[in-house]
């Protein structure tokens, strides 16, 4: 379900990360919502080896699997340098994957034109989900 202040809230907690962590240059920051009310946050890893880096919402995600709470939302906020606005990066392929443990209800951030950041259910992106094609009974629901 959508919920505005929450939405909000998480454009703001980003946009601070992003402002603190990368005064200068490029930067980016995750957040994501539990059904407790908490927000996590997070950055993606600096390695050396691009494909050893992670997703920026990555570190968010595991804070909120850590402490055994359900994701609701996730937004990742980017900018291109200090100068630039800020943009919304729609989940990749393996967030999705990854947020699926909580469901397709999980609201997600996704990229648009709209001046305000637009959250869909997770559902909206995958409406031919591999899971479809198994029985709900066979289907393990983590998270719920």
């Known amino acids: ?6 939405e909000k809230e998480m454009y703001r ?3 601070e990360l992003i402002e603190r962590r990368y005064p200068a240059g490029w930067g980016g920051a995750g957040v ?18 691009a494909s050893a880096a992670l ?9 909120a699997h850590k402490y055994n709470e359900k994701v609701t939302h996730c937004l990742c906020l980017v900018r291109d340098d200090e100068k630039a606005a800020f943009k919304v990066l ?7 994957e990854r947020l699926r443990y909580w469901g397709e209800e999980v609201q997600v951030a996704v990229t648009s ?9 997770l ?11 198994y029985p709900a009974e066979e289907i393990e629901h983590f998270g719920k």
């Open 32 to 49: 994501v919502h539990t059904a407790e009310g908490h927000y996590f946050t997070s950055v993606a890893n600096d390695t050396a080896n």
């Open 55 to 63: 997703c920026i919402e990555t570190g968010a995600m595991l804070e």
């Open 1 to 6: 379900m959508r919920d505005v202040e929450i």
């Open 123 to 133: 559902g909206v992106l995958q409406p031919y989900h591999w899971t479809n094609a």
């Open 90 to 96: 729609s989940p990749c392929g393996i967030c999705q």
């Open 113 to 121: 034109d709209e001046e305000v950041p637009k959250f869909v259910p």
């Open 13 to 15: 907690l980003a946009a």
